[in-house]
């Protein structure tokens, strides 16, 4: 079963752009890329979605090259709140399709 | 708008027991998922109900099932209660069931299962 690979932690400081990149091989045709927060005790929240090449919102930008088996979120001047963990997640067929995170990437943003 | 709610919140069971979590999607939304988060670990996906039906299904085995109602509300069941049960158990629902095709998933906060 194809899964996805981030890095398990990153460190940054206040005010830095953060990039984050997700390995996702054997992603389908069809899937969309869609990458997510979490805090302790909660549930994942929305932070960005693409299919091809670049997408920006007032949070994040996402960054996705043409061949797709990769994707990279950028997180422009992080600050202290943005301590998090950050999951990719794809759609990745397994016969009756499953949505699959990746591992995660423990993000801490010291001062 | 009303969000995602779960509850109960935290439950503690023994192994062996059976265990109901419920979930209540967000409004508008007909379509929910369930994932199973260890400590440390991702979530993982369990299945996904759209209008009542299991529309998906992750590498998990029988004793998991689950509900979905006409008000879209669901239900995670789980029997036979194993110490590697012991997990958050998060609830998402969306627009829609497209897996992995561009849904927006909102997520409860959960409810943390301890088996002892």
């Known amino acids: 079963l194809a899964k996805t690979t981030q890095p398990i932690s990153m460190d940054s400081y206040e005010g830095q752009e953060v990039n984050i990149t997700c390995s996702h091989n054997?992603?389908?045709?069809?899937?969309?890329i869609t990458w997510y927060q979490q805090f302790p005790s909660q549930g994942p929240r929305f932070i960005i979605q693409?299919?091809?090449t670049k997408v920006t919102n007032e949070v994040a930008s996402l960054f996705i090259p043409a061949d797709r088996k990769s994707s990279t979120l950028s997180l422009p001047r992080v600050s202290l709140s943005d301590t998090a963990v950050y999951y990719c997640l794809v759609g990745i067929y397994t016969g009756r399709r499953a949505l699959t995170f990746g591992s995660g990437t423990r993000l801490q943003v010291q001062p | 708008e009303t969000g995602v709610t779960q509850s109960p919140t935290h439950l503690i069971k023994t192994r062996g027991q059976q265990v109901t979590l419920r979930c209540s999607s967000q409004?508008?939304?007909?379509?929910v998922s369930w994932y199973q988060q260890a400590l440390g670990q991702g979530p993982q996906f369990i299945f996904q109900y759209y209008r009542e039906e299991e529309n998906g299904r992750g590498n998990f085995p029988p004793r998991f099932s689950g509900l979905q109602f006409p008000n879209y509300s669901s239900e995670l069941n789980v029997n036979a209660l194993e110490l590697d049960d012991s997990a958050l158990y998060l609830c998402a629902s969306s627009l829609s069931p497209g897996l992995g095709s561009g849904e927006k998933l909102f997520f409860g906060s959960g409810t943390q299962l301890s088996v002892l």
């Open positions: 409004s508008g939304h007909n379509t």
């Open positions: 054997n992603i389908a045709t069809n899937d969309y």
């Open positions: 693409g299919y091809k």
